[in-house]
Protein backbone atom coordinates (compact mmCIF):
# COMPACT_ATOMS: atom_id res chain seq x y z
CA UNK A 1 0.00 0.00 0.00
CA UNK A 2 1.41 3.30 -1.17
CA UNK A 3 1.80 6.05 1.59
CA UNK A 4 0.26 9.34 0.70
CA UNK A 5 2.07 12.34 1.73
CA UNK A 6 -0.96 13.63 4.32
CA UNK A 7 -0.77 10.48 6.19
CA UNK A 8 2.89 11.53 6.89
CA UNK A 9 1.78 13.44 10.21
CA UNK A 10 0.04 10.42 11.66
CA UNK A 11 3.01 7.67 10.77
CA UNK A 12 5.82 10.04 12.01
CA UNK A 13 3.57 10.80 15.25
CA UNK A 14 3.61 6.70 15.67
CA UNK A 15 7.29 6.63 15.06
CA UNK A 16 8.10 9.36 17.72
CA UNK A 17 5.76 7.39 20.22
CA UNK A 18 8.87 4.72 20.12
CA UNK A 19 11.94 6.46 19.69
CA UNK A 20 12.40 6.86 23.41
CA UNK A 21 12.95 3.29 23.78
CA UNK A 22 14.45 2.51 20.71
CA UNK A 23 17.10 5.02 21.15
CA UNK A 24 18.67 3.77 24.04
CA UNK A 25 20.02 0.92 22.22
CA UNK A 26 23.35 1.68 20.76
CA UNK A 27 23.96 2.72 17.25
CA UNK A 28 19.91 3.82 17.07
CA UNK A 29 20.80 7.55 19.32
CA UNK A 30 20.56 9.33 15.98
CA UNK A 31 17.28 8.35 14.99
CA UNK A 32 16.56 10.88 17.87
CA UNK A 33 15.93 13.27 15.16
CA UNK A 34 14.13 11.01 12.69
CA UNK A 35 10.41 12.27 12.42
CA UNK A 36 12.07 15.75 11.74
CA UNK A 37 14.15 14.31 9.05
CA UNK A 38 11.88 12.54 7.64
CA UNK A 39 9.04 15.30 7.80
CA UNK A 40 11.89 17.29 5.77
CA UNK A 41 12.37 14.93 3.51
CA UNK A 42 8.35 15.02 2.74
CA UNK A 43 8.50 18.69 2.24
CA UNK A 44 10.84 18.66 -0.28
CA UNK A 45 9.58 15.57 -2.22
CA UNK A 46 6.34 17.81 -2.05
CA UNK A 47 8.24 20.46 -3.43
CA UNK A 48 9.86 18.91 -6.28
CA UNK A 49 6.16 17.57 -7.27
CA UNK A 50 4.86 20.33 -7.76
CA UNK A 51 2.17 19.80 -5.63
CA UNK A 52 3.30 22.39 -2.80
CA UNK A 53 2.00 26.03 -4.11
CA UNK A 54 -1.31 26.17 -3.06
CA UNK A 55 -0.26 24.76 0.49
CA UNK A 56 2.84 27.08 1.08
CA UNK A 57 2.38 30.33 1.73
CA UNK A 58 5.12 33.15 2.70
CA UNK A 59 3.76 32.76 6.17
CA UNK A 60 5.63 29.83 6.20
CA UNK A 61 8.60 30.96 4.93
CA UNK A 62 8.95 33.50 7.35
CA UNK A 63 8.68 31.51 9.93
CA UNK A 64 11.50 29.30 8.53
CA UNK A 65 13.75 32.29 7.75
CA UNK A 66 12.84 33.45 11.03
CA UNK A 67 13.84 30.00 13.19
CA UNK A 68 16.72 30.01 10.44
CA UNK A 69 18.82 33.12 11.27
CA UNK A 70 17.84 32.26 15.17
CA UNK A 71 20.07 29.42 14.72
CA UNK A 72 22.71 31.17 13.03
CA UNK A 73 22.91 33.59 15.40
CA UNK A 74 23.59 30.73 17.95
CA UNK A 75 25.93 29.37 15.99
CA UNK A 76 28.20 32.52 15.35
CA UNK A 77 27.93 33.44 18.76
CA UNK A 78 29.75 30.29 19.45
CA UNK A 79 27.49 29.41 22.42
CA UNK A 80 25.60 25.88 20.71
CA UNK A 81 22.72 25.59 19.54
CA UNK A 82 19.53 25.77 21.91
CA UNK A 83 15.83 25.23 22.35
CA UNK A 84 16.15 22.67 19.43
CA UNK A 85 13.06 20.98 20.56
CA UNK A 86 10.86 24.44 20.30
CA UNK A 87 12.65 24.79 16.87
CA UNK A 88 11.40 21.01 15.77
CA UNK A 89 8.18 21.99 17.40
CA UNK A 90 7.18 24.73 15.68
CA UNK A 91 8.76 23.45 12.02
CA UNK A 92 7.11 20.64 12.57
CA UNK A 93 3.67 22.02 12.94
CA UNK A 94 3.87 24.05 9.61
CA UNK A 95 5.22 20.60 7.84
CA UNK A 96 2.19 18.38 9.30
CA UNK A 97 -0.40 21.38 8.30
CA UNK A 98 1.48 21.60 4.85
CA UNK A 99 1.09 17.94 4.20
CA UNK A 100 -2.47 17.43 5.76
CA UNK A 101 -3.72 20.04 3.45
CA UNK A 102 -2.41 18.33 0.63
CA UNK A 103 -5.27 15.15 1.55
CA UNK A 104 -8.95 15.04 -0.08
CA UNK A 105 -11.75 16.23 1.98
CA UNK A 106 -13.61 13.37 1.85
CA UNK A 107 -10.81 12.01 4.00
CA UNK A 108 -10.59 14.12 6.52
CA UNK A 109 -12.34 14.41 9.45
CA UNK A 110 -13.57 11.28 10.94
CA UNK A 111 -9.82 9.78 9.90
CA UNK A 112 -8.45 12.18 11.82
CA UNK A 113 -10.41 11.55 14.96
CA UNK A 114 -9.71 7.89 14.23
CA UNK A 115 -5.65 8.55 13.70
CA UNK A 116 -5.51 10.56 17.35
CA UNK A 117 -7.71 7.86 19.03
CA UNK A 118 -5.60 5.48 17.70
CA UNK A 119 -2.73 7.20 19.36
CA UNK A 120 -3.58 7.61 22.68
CA UNK A 121 -5.25 3.66 22.46
CA UNK A 122 -1.61 2.80 22.62
CA UNK A 123 -0.01 4.90 24.76
CA UNK A 124 -2.53 3.91 27.31
CA UNK A 125 -2.08 0.14 26.61
CA UNK A 126 1.50 0.30 27.06
CA UNK A 127 1.12 2.16 30.40
CA UNK A 128 -1.25 -0.58 31.37
CA UNK A 129 1.47 -3.37 30.30
CA UNK A 130 4.52 -1.63 32.34
CA UNK A 131 2.06 -1.35 35.48
CA UNK A 132 1.37 -5.35 35.40
CA UNK A 133 5.43 -5.62 35.07
CA UNK A 134 6.18 -3.14 37.41
CA UNK A 135 3.39 -5.06 40.15
CA UNK A 136 4.44 -8.60 39.36
CA UNK A 137 8.20 -8.23 39.71
CA UNK A 138 8.55 -8.44 36.14
CA UNK A 139 10.26 -5.01 35.89
CA UNK A 140 13.46 -6.91 34.65
CA UNK A 141 11.32 -7.11 30.95
CA UNK A 142 10.92 -2.80 30.83
CA UNK A 143 15.09 -3.11 31.99
CA UNK A 144 15.57 -4.96 28.90
CA UNK A 145 13.65 -3.65 26.24
CA UNK A 146 15.19 -0.29 27.45
CA UNK A 147 19.17 -1.82 27.16
CA UNK A 148 19.22 -1.42 30.46
CA UNK A 149 17.79 2.08 30.77
CA UNK A 150 14.93 1.57 33.03
CA UNK A 151 14.87 3.01 36.18
CA UNK A 152 11.43 3.05 37.80
CA UNK A 153 11.01 6.16 40.08
CA UNK A 154 8.88 5.78 43.02
CA UNK A 155 6.20 7.49 44.79
CA UNK A 156 7.38 8.20 48.30
CA UNK A 157 9.76 4.86 48.85
CA UNK A 158 7.34 1.98 47.86
CA UNK A 159 5.57 2.57 44.67
CA UNK A 160 6.91 2.51 41.45
CA UNK A 161 5.76 4.71 38.81
CA UNK A 162 4.90 4.34 34.87
CA UNK A 163 7.25 5.86 33.04
CA UNK A 164 4.89 5.36 29.63
CA UNK A 165 6.23 5.49 26.00
CA UNK A 166 7.96 8.87 26.70
CA UNK A 167 9.73 7.07 28.92
CA UNK A 168 9.44 9.91 32.02
CA UNK A 169 8.20 9.36 35.32
CA UNK A 170 5.58 12.05 35.12
CA UNK A 171 4.62 11.27 31.49
CA UNK A 172 2.36 8.70 32.23
CA UNK A 173 -0.30 10.68 34.47
CA UNK A 174 0.43 13.36 31.70
CA UNK A 175 -0.66 11.12 28.90
CA UNK A 176 -3.46 9.52 31.00
CA UNK A 177 -5.14 13.02 31.61
CA UNK A 178 -4.83 13.84 27.96
CA UNK A 179 -6.67 10.32 26.51
CA UNK A 180 -9.22 10.67 28.91
CA UNK A 181 -9.65 14.21 28.17
CA UNK A 182 -10.01 13.20 24.63
CA UNK A 183 -12.12 10.50 24.98
CA UNK A 184 -14.68 11.96 27.21
CA UNK A 185 -15.23 14.94 24.60
CA UNK A 186 -15.07 12.38 22.12
CA UNK A 187 -18.28 10.40 24.10
CA UNK A 188 -20.25 13.69 24.52
CA UNK A 189 -20.09 14.72 21.05
CA UNK A 190 -20.23 11.01 19.52
CA UNK A 191 -24.19 11.90 17.57
CA UNK A 192 -23.13 15.20 16.29
CA UNK A 193 -19.72 13.80 14.46
CA UNK A 194 -21.35 10.46 13.94
CA UNK A 195 -18.87 8.70 15.33
CA UNK A 196 -19.09 5.20 16.91
CA UNK A 197 -17.87 5.25 20.42
CA UNK A 198 -16.21 1.96 20.71
CA UNK A 199 -15.89 -0.53 23.49
CA UNK A 200 -12.19 0.04 23.28
CA UNK A 201 -12.58 3.64 23.53
CA UNK A 202 -14.53 3.01 26.58
CA UNK A 203 -12.22 0.81 28.27
CA UNK A 204 -8.93 3.38 27.29
CA UNK A 205 -11.32 5.84 29.05
CA UNK A 206 -11.62 4.16 32.16
CA UNK A 207 -7.84 2.78 32.65
CA UNK A 208 -6.87 6.79 31.84
CA UNK A 209 -8.81 7.49 34.80
CA UNK A 210 -7.94 5.17 37.11
CA UNK A 211 -3.98 5.23 36.51
CA UNK A 212 -4.10 8.77 37.21
CA UNK A 213 -6.10 7.90 40.19
CA UNK A 214 -3.17 5.58 41.33
CA UNK A 215 -0.37 7.58 40.00
CA UNK A 216 -1.26 11.66 39.96
CA UNK A 217 1.73 14.63 39.34
CA UNK A 218 0.84 17.79 41.21
CA UNK A 219 1.26 19.84 37.85
CA UNK A 220 -0.66 17.34 35.85
CA UNK A 221 -3.84 17.35 38.71
CA UNK A 222 -3.42 21.11 38.19
CA UNK A 223 -3.50 21.17 34.19
CA UNK A 224 -6.23 18.56 34.52
CA UNK A 225 -8.59 20.50 36.42
CA UNK A 226 -8.21 23.61 33.54
CA UNK A 227 -9.43 20.89 31.30
CA UNK A 228 -11.80 19.35 33.11
CA UNK A 229 -13.63 23.12 33.57
CA UNK A 230 -12.67 23.91 29.70
CA UNK A 231 -14.19 20.27 28.88
CA UNK A 232 -17.62 21.41 30.38
CA UNK A 233 -17.98 25.26 30.24
CA UNK A 234 -16.53 25.34 26.48
CA UNK A 235 -19.46 25.61 23.84
CA UNK A 236 -18.47 23.20 21.74
CA UNK A 237 -18.14 20.39 24.22
CA UNK A 238 -20.63 19.42 26.73
CA UNK A 239 -23.84 21.18 27.69
CA UNK A 240 -24.74 19.41 30.46
CA UNK A 241 -26.37 21.32 33.40
CA UNK A 242 -25.58 18.62 35.16
CA UNK A 243 -21.58 18.47 34.71
CA UNK A 244 -21.84 22.08 35.29
CA UNK A 245 -22.70 21.76 38.78
CA UNK A 246 -20.71 18.80 38.96
CA UNK A 247 -17.62 20.07 38.17
CA UNK A 248 -16.81 23.00 40.32
CA UNK A 249 -17.65 20.29 43.22
CA UNK A 250 -14.96 18.15 41.51
CA UNK A 251 -12.73 20.88 41.49
CA UNK A 252 -12.55 21.63 44.67
CA UNK A 253 -12.30 17.97 45.45
CA UNK A 254 -8.77 18.47 43.78
CA UNK A 255 -7.71 21.69 44.73
CA UNK A 256 -7.75 20.06 48.60
CA UNK A 257 -4.39 17.24 47.82
CA UNK A 258 -3.22 20.03 44.99
CA UNK A 259 -2.75 22.89 47.40
CA UNK A 260 -1.57 20.57 50.24
CA UNK A 261 0.96 19.18 48.16
CA UNK A 262 2.52 22.84 47.09
CA UNK A 263 2.24 24.02 51.07
CA UNK A 264 3.83 21.00 52.19
CA UNK A 265 6.65 21.39 49.85
CA UNK A 266 6.80 25.17 50.78
CA UNK A 267 6.89 24.74 54.60
CA UNK A 268 10.62 23.95 56.07
CA UNK A 269 9.27 22.76 59.52
CA UNK A 270 7.26 19.92 57.65
CA UNK A 271 9.88 19.02 54.55
CA UNK A 272 13.72 19.02 55.17
CA UNK A 273 14.22 19.60 51.67
CA UNK A 274 11.68 22.66 51.68
CA UNK A 275 14.60 25.08 51.10
CA UNK A 276 16.21 22.99 48.35
CA UNK A 277 12.65 22.69 46.15
CA UNK A 278 11.88 26.37 46.36
CA UNK A 279 15.56 27.16 45.26
CA UNK A 280 15.38 24.64 42.53
CA UNK A 281 12.11 26.28 41.09
CA UNK A 282 13.72 29.95 41.51
CA UNK A 283 17.35 29.31 40.50
CA UNK A 284 16.56 29.60 36.58
CA UNK A 285 15.04 33.24 37.37
CA UNK A 286 17.65 34.60 38.73
CA UNK A 287 20.10 33.14 36.23
CA UNK A 288 17.59 35.29 33.46
CA UNK A 289 18.68 38.48 35.44
CA UNK A 290 21.96 37.49 35.76
CA UNK A 291 22.37 37.48 31.39
CA UNK A 292 24.18 39.76 29.62
CA UNK A 293 20.99 41.73 27.54
CA UNK A 294 22.04 39.84 24.26
CA UNK A 295 21.33 36.10 25.53
CA UNK A 296 18.28 37.45 27.39
CA UNK A 297 16.98 38.66 24.16
CA UNK A 298 18.34 36.05 21.82
CA UNK A 299 19.37 33.18 24.27
CA UNK A 300 22.13 31.52 25.75
CA UNK A 301 22.13 28.53 23.48
CA UNK A 302 23.08 25.15 24.16
CA UNK A 303 22.09 23.41 27.76
CA UNK A 304 25.94 23.06 28.60
CA UNK A 305 26.08 26.87 28.04
CA UNK A 306 22.89 27.36 29.90
CA UNK A 307 24.76 25.59 32.99
CA UNK A 308 27.96 27.40 32.49
CA UNK A 309 26.23 30.76 33.56
CA UNK A 310 25.00 28.93 36.82
CA UNK A 311 21.82 27.15 35.92
CA UNK A 312 21.48 24.07 38.74
CA UNK A 313 17.94 23.25 38.19
CA UNK A 314 15.32 22.60 35.45
CA UNK A 315 12.58 22.62 37.61
CA UNK A 316 10.64 25.32 36.12
CA UNK A 317 10.62 23.86 32.44
CA UNK A 318 9.50 26.71 30.82
CA UNK A 319 12.33 29.35 32.40
CA UNK A 320 15.05 27.22 31.09
CA UNK A 321 13.79 26.66 27.34
CA UNK A 322 13.95 30.90 27.84
CA UNK A 323 17.05 30.95 28.74
CA UNK A 324 17.57 28.54 25.74
CA UNK A 325 16.06 30.08 22.77
CA UNK A 326 15.56 33.71 24.31
CA UNK A 327 12.29 36.42 25.09
CA UNK A 328 12.07 37.36 21.47
CA UNK A 329 11.56 33.97 20.14
CA UNK A 330 9.98 32.52 23.11
CA UNK A 331 7.71 35.39 23.28
CA UNK A 332 6.61 35.14 18.97
CA UNK A 333 6.33 31.07 19.72
CA UNK A 334 3.62 31.82 22.98
CA UNK A 335 2.06 34.68 20.96
CA UNK A 336 1.39 32.47 17.56
CA UNK A 337 0.07 29.64 19.60
CA UNK A 338 -2.11 32.03 21.47
CA UNK A 339 -3.44 33.58 18.79
CA UNK A 340 -3.77 30.19 17.18
CA UNK A 341 -5.69 29.48 19.96
CA UNK A 342 -8.02 32.69 20.13
CA UNK A 343 -9.22 32.67 17.01
CA UNK A 344 -10.27 28.70 17.53
CA UNK A 345 -12.36 30.12 20.29
CA UNK A 346 -13.98 33.11 18.00
CA UNK A 347 -14.96 30.29 15.83
CA UNK A 348 -16.29 27.85 18.96
CA UNK A 349 -19.23 30.86 19.67
CA UNK A 350 -19.62 31.98 16.37
CA UNK A 351 -23.23 31.27 14.48
CA UNK A 352 -21.59 28.60 12.44
CA UNK A 353 -21.55 25.90 15.94
CA UNK A 354 -25.05 24.68 14.79
CA UNK A 355 -23.96 23.83 11.28
CA UNK A 356 -23.65 20.07 10.55
CA UNK A 357 -20.92 21.54 8.01
CA UNK A 358 -19.01 23.39 10.27
CA UNK A 359 -19.55 21.11 13.40
CA UNK A 360 -16.54 18.23 12.98
CA UNK A 361 -14.13 21.34 12.30
CA UNK A 362 -15.49 22.87 14.81
CA UNK A 363 -15.03 20.21 17.42
CA UNK A 364 -11.74 18.53 15.52
CA UNK A 365 -9.96 22.26 16.27
CA UNK A 366 -10.84 22.42 19.65
CA UNK A 367 -10.20 19.35 21.44
CA UNK A 368 -7.02 19.76 19.70
CA UNK A 369 -6.39 23.28 20.85
CA UNK A 370 -7.23 21.97 24.35
CA UNK A 371 -4.60 19.05 24.04
CA UNK A 372 -2.76 21.37 22.92
CA UNK A 373 -2.97 23.86 25.89
CA UNK A 374 -2.38 21.56 28.04
CA UNK A 375 1.16 20.53 27.11
CA UNK A 376 1.77 24.06 27.03
CA UNK A 377 0.66 24.04 30.49
CA UNK A 378 2.49 21.04 31.67
CA UNK A 379 5.76 23.14 30.42
CA UNK A 380 5.28 25.00 33.55
CA UNK A 381 7.17 22.12 35.42
CA UNK A 382 8.45 19.47 32.88
CA UNK A 383 9.45 19.34 29.42
CA UNK A 384 7.81 15.75 28.10
CA UNK A 385 5.92 17.91 25.91
CA UNK A 386 9.09 19.04 24.02
CA UNK A 387 11.33 15.99 24.12
CA UNK A 388 11.53 13.02 22.13
CA UNK A 389 8.00 11.47 20.62
CA UNK A 390 6.19 13.91 22.87
CA UNK A 391 7.40 16.59 20.30
CA UNK A 392 6.02 14.90 17.53
CA UNK A 393 2.20 14.63 19.48
CA UNK A 394 2.33 18.22 20.41
CA UNK A 395 3.09 19.57 16.83
CA UNK A 396 0.44 16.91 15.48
CA UNK A 397 -2.38 18.53 17.78
CA UNK A 398 -1.01 22.13 16.74
CA UNK A 399 -1.00 21.35 12.72
CA UNK A 400 -5.03 19.85 13.25
CA UNK A 401 -5.94 23.14 15.03
CA UNK A 402 -4.46 24.41 11.82
CA UNK A 403 -6.37 23.08 9.61
CA UNK A 404 -9.51 23.24 11.16
CA UNK A 405 -9.38 26.61 11.43
CA UNK A 406 -8.69 26.75 7.83
CA UNK A 407 -11.18 24.78 6.67
CA UNK A 408 -13.49 26.98 8.59
CA UNK A 409 -12.58 30.28 7.23
CA UNK A 410 -12.96 28.83 3.52
CA UNK A 411 -16.49 27.79 4.69
CA UNK A 412 -16.79 31.16 6.25
CA UNK A 413 -15.44 32.79 2.74
CA UNK A 414 -17.85 30.34 0.60
CA UNK A 415 -20.49 32.11 2.78
CA UNK A 416 -20.02 35.40 2.39
CA UNK A 417 -19.76 35.02 -1.57
CA UNK A 418 -23.21 33.03 -1.62
CA UNK A 419 -24.64 35.97 0.35
CA UNK A 420 -23.10 38.72 -2.14
CA UNK A 421 -23.66 36.79 -5.36
CA UNK A 422 -27.14 36.26 -3.80
CA UNK A 423 -27.76 40.25 -3.30
CA UNK A 424 -26.50 41.04 -6.68
CA UNK A 425 -28.51 38.93 -8.15
CA UNK A 426 -31.95 40.24 -6.37
CA UNK A 427 -30.85 43.65 -7.54
CA UNK A 428 -30.45 42.43 -10.63
CA UNK A 429 -33.87 41.19 -10.87
CA UNK A 430 -35.23 44.10 -9.45
CA UNK A 431 -33.85 46.50 -12.33
CA UNK A 432 -35.51 44.28 -14.76
Known sequence: MKLKIYQLPFFLTLIGVLLPWITMFPNFEALVWAPEILALLGFVYLSSSEKLSPSFKIAHIFIILLFGFHLMGQIVSSQGIGGSAILSVVLMSVLFFIFLKTAPVNWLNKKIISQVSTIYVIHVCFILFEILLLNTDNAKILWELSNGHY????????????????????????????????????????????????????????????????????????????????????????????????????????????????????????????????????????????????????????IESVTMHGAKSGELGIVVIILQIGVVLGSIAIIAFLALLLKMLRFDYSRQFDNPHCFPWLWLGSANALLAVGNLLSLIHYTVAIQTGGRALFSFHIAIVMLSLQHLVHYRRALKMTSVNDKKSGLFYRHN
Open 151 to 302: KAANIGSYTPVPQSLFKNSQAASQICVFAASWFVLLYLSRKKLGIRFSRSYAVVLSASLAVFAVYPTTTIQIVGIIMLFAIVYLKPFSGSLFLRFLVPIAGLIFFDPVYKAITYKMDTDLYGRALHYQNAFTNSIDIFFKLPVFNQLWGAGS
